[in-house]
T-cell receptor, first 113, second 113 residues
């Protein structure tokens, strides 16, 4: 059974640029959630995708957008990067949209300069 | 507005003794609580959960206690082992928005040999 993977591991971008982060869900899981974890804080829910549709969104602006593909892998896109977007971005997959038990990838560390 | 608070950034415990990690919350609508463990360079892993209709849930060395009147929960680890050294996150959710977990900032547990 393959776990959740994320790419890239680390990324450095300049303010104003755009970034795409990728996530492959665990085998058999159809739901992917994205979280932002700033330094010294807990993860904050960005949004969830279930069967290729957005299924809930946290308090993040529209420049945070996502996609889920037919194989249930997912992308997180952030436009017009700001310095405060520097964080660890975590992807989690679950077997259903309403599952508490989410399986996390190792995250992508994004630094915006 | 921090709805879930873990007031101890770190905790040091002797191997073999009991570790007690605490979590307070402000939202009385929370009805499900979870604990996750995170090792460096890895995503959080689900540890144990409790529904608001219970006041205790046990899984091996791990027990979670919920005190709804005090809006407080705690995670007990007995006996503590070196592999328990990690950051522990408390998370909570509300009813049918159960995929939107609200997380605390985490407590770093260090088990001393």
């Amino acid at each position: 059974e393959t776990g959740v993977t994320q790419s890239p591991t680390h990324l450095i971008k300049t303010r104003g640029q755009q970034v795409t982060l990728r996530c492959s869900s665990q085998s058999g899981h159809n739901t992917v959630s994205w979280y932002q974890q700033a330094l010294g804080q807990g993860p904050q829910f960005i949004f969830q995708y279930y069967r290729e549709e957005e299924n809930g969104r946290g308090n993040f602006p529209p420049r945070f957008s996502g996609l889920q593909f037919p194989n249930y892998s997912s992308e997180l896109n952030v436009n017009a990067l700001e310095l405060d977007d520097s964080a660890l971005y975590l992807c989690a997959s679950s077997s259903t949209a309403n599952s508490y038990e989410q399986y996390f990838g190792p995250g992508t560390r994004l630094t915006v300069t | 507005d921090q709805q879930v608070k873990q007031n101890s950034p770190s905790l040091s415990v002797q191997e073999g003794r009991i570790s007690i990690l605490n979590c307070d919350y402000t939202n009385s609508m929370f009805d499900y609580f979870l604990w996750y463990k995170k090792y460096p360079a890895e995503g959080p892993t689900f540890l144990i959960s409790i529904s608001s209709i219970k006041d205790k849930n046990e899984d091996g060395r791990f027990t979670v206690f919920l005190n709804k009147s005090a809006k407080h929960l705690s995670l007990h680890i007995v006996p503590s082992q070196p592999g328990d050294s990690a950051v522990y996150f408390c998370a909570a959710s509300v009813g049918d928005s159960n995929y939107q977990l609200i997380w605390g900032a985490g407590t770093k547990l260090i088990i001393k040999p």
